[in-house]
């Protein structure tokens, strides 16, 4: 874009700023005399105090009448008190003129509502006043029709601006084409002044910023690199040793991963038949990105899974006892306690536990006193059944003759037992001395007050549900009025269920009871080859079962992933080494140090956010590109306008663009989409369903990783969102690590003290 600086108002901009400046000055002197008529008011309730003075000196037998009194008086009081006032430092966000029944009139948008007619002011809250919907939906011209309660307000929007204040002071005034904006005592018109300016745009020092500057329009994100000699050169590693990718974010570690599927089915298809290869990723959308891609390579029978899908029907294939509902929304605490290395350590002395019982119980069968006891003890295989095996020989050849069938018959029978879990897995989550062990081997991670929670929970879980408890009354009785089960809404809702982070335990209790992945039955599917991404996000006792999900003749293991972009809080990561330690393997990493997918810029943003954990050295950036965006806005009210007006710009000059809007949590994405969506079609997405094509989606941090978007917008880069610690840092570093063109961050209030060192 060329330069454009700023100018003198033309004398239409300079009247817009005249009026918007009386608007300010009416509007304070509105509350100022609403102040001063609740002071008097406050201190003119003689009666109330009358009441307070008598009730003072009145006797016992009085005061309960006079105590009725004052909390009458008290409650009209409180029902004739004015509604709390706006704040003057910050009144309001916009304003907008509309004509109704042939009149015009000012409504200006904050979050209070104030009304003093004769001073000609009008302040509604913007959340919840029906006619502010004509301010993010109308533009000036437009007629507008919107239902209000008992009512239809009909009109044409003439007219519509955005405000600040700094230190209740009007500092800008939105106008068509740029903003006015109050500089040393006078007003200047800034081109695009409300959207940041910022140099570098298109290579153009000095050039003005705009959201929106690459061509755009595929129909679905590519894979985002064209694969260089490094990347070729890694799809030529022997099958047969396992291959760890890592690199940041856009650099190509999943486009390698599935391209070596597709070397390898082509090299040898019987060996790597993709009917027995599986891809495992950590998010839905992901899973859904995978599958496209593998389509376009011509590998739509390879199995893309999250790995929660994975391990639960494995898990109900093995252990079909297993009840039929999960946990609708674990505690944190289980989800994290559960998937900690330290609950192998509580494994360990369960395992122990088993041998030293199973010693006793032998003793008192055979008589030997303590003979089996202390043979089983001294045995320290990780495996039990093995222990066993050993403990049998040693024994075997001690005991008298007469006692070795006895012996025999013993072990045969703790053997058939040994693949019955069942009981194991409860005490392991429910037995509050082995998860004080767990506790224990945590190195100060977990803590003691969690057990408590764990074993409740447990707890809970093992009850009756309602619809079981209270099988013997009548079906119609039990029906509620909303349809929903009797337990749903309430702590019981967990009775019946396990958590989805119980099935790896289950697999892991299992093979160190036994050192089999299954039963007669059942086992766990073998997998020619495996294709883990993302791993940094999975712990080691979920790693552990994919570590032997692949085919011991001669499977293939293929791992990725970037440790910077680590964002599940419940997740357990030390390093890479350990990573391959707990898949059972080792692995000397290939890194990629290119970013075919973020521009120079986001790059540079993207490795200042990491802070310390950044690498030494960023990746290179094989492109230049768009300069970040970066707003503060006065409120949250001030903040939606902004989007709408900078989104509904971008799609006006690349329709075909594909934007995600994507906020911190969920909830802040629901909140966010009921407001843009007044004015965009925008979807809300939160379980992966991306559209990967051109629009706007609004959803979350923990949705996108590794997907791809035109252009990003985060939108509440606060400190509140984003205080300043390693795991926000991280999901900020995923966020905008999302965007092929340009990414846009946007504050309410100061931005968060993680981008003060970012370019």
Known sequence: MGERSNRPPTAEERAIAVEEEALVAALREAVVEAERRERVRASGNAGLRALRDEYAEAGEEDRPALLAQMHQEASRERATRPAELPDLAEPYFGRMRIRAAGRSRDVLLGTRSFVEPGAGVTLVDWRKAPI????????????????????????????????????????????????????????????????????GGDGASGAEATFGTGATGRKTPRISALLDRRQVALLGRDPGEPLLILGAAGCGKTTVALHRVATLAARDPARFDPARTLVIVPEPGLRRLAQRLLADLDLDGVAVRTFDEWIR??????????????????????????????MLKALDRLIDESARDFGARLDRRLGAHTAALSVIEAQTQPILADRLLRAEEILAASVPARQRLALEEAFREERAGLGKVRDDHRRLVGDRAL?????????????????????????????????????????????????????????????????????????????????????????????????????????????AVL???????????????????????????????????????????????????????????????????????????????????RSSASSEGHAAMMLIDGLKALFAREPLAGVAVVAHEPLAARALHEILARALPARLVLEGDFS??????????????GLEFDYVVVPDVGARAYPDTPEHRRRLHVAVTRASQQVWLVAVGPESTILRASP
Not at 500 to 522: C, P, Q
């Open 132 to 199: 502010s919907e004509v301010f993010f939906t109308c533009d000036p011209g437009e007629e507008y029709e919107i239902e209000a309660p008992g009512r239809s307000l009909e009109g044409v929007l003439e007219r519509r601006h955005i405000v600040t204040f700094e230190d209740g002071v009007l500092a800008s005034i939105s106008v068509p084409g740029g903003c006015l904006r109050e500089t040393a005592g006078e007003w200047l018109f800034e081109p695009e002044g409300y959207v940041p300016r910022l140099a």
């Open 313 to 342: 029907g494995e898990a109900r294939r093995i252990f079909p006892w297993l009840p039929a509902r999960e946990s609708p929304d674990p505690p944190f605490v289980v989800s994290r306690f559960k998937r900690h290395p330290a």
């Open 692 to 705: 990967f094509g051109p629009g706007l989606e609004v959803t979350s941090v923990s949705e996108v990783k």
């Open 435 to 543: 998860l004080r062990h767990a506790v224990e081997a945590s190195n100060g991670e977990l803590f003691l007050p969690m057990v408590e929670e764990i074993a409740a929970h447990t707890g809970r879980q093992l009850d009756a549900p309602g619809e079981v408890a209270f099988a013997h009354v009548d079906a119609d009785r039990r029906a509620t009025i909303d349809g929903r089960s009797l337990d749903d809404g309430t702590p019981e809702a967990v009775a019946g269920t396990i958590d989805v982070e119980d099935h790896a335990l289950l697999f892991a209790i299992l093979w160190r009871k036994t050192g089999k992945m299954g039963s007669r039955k059942a086992a766990l599917s073998l997998h020619s080859h495996l294709v883990i991404d993302e791993a940094q996000e999975l712990a080691p006792v979920e790693l």
């Open 547 to 629: 570590g032997r999900a692949v085919d011991p003749r001669g499977g293939s293991l293929t791992v990725a992933g970037d440790a910077a972009q680590r964002i599940d809080r419940t997740g357990y990561f030390t390093s890479w080494e350990g990573v391959m330690a707990s898949l059972g393997t080792r692995a000397e990493p290939a890194y990629l140090e290119t970013s075919y997918r973020c521009p120079q810029p986001i790059v540079e943003l993207a490795h200042a956010v990491l802070g310390p954990e950044a690498p030494a050295t960023p990746p290179r950036a094989k492109r230049g590109g768009a300069p970040v965006l």
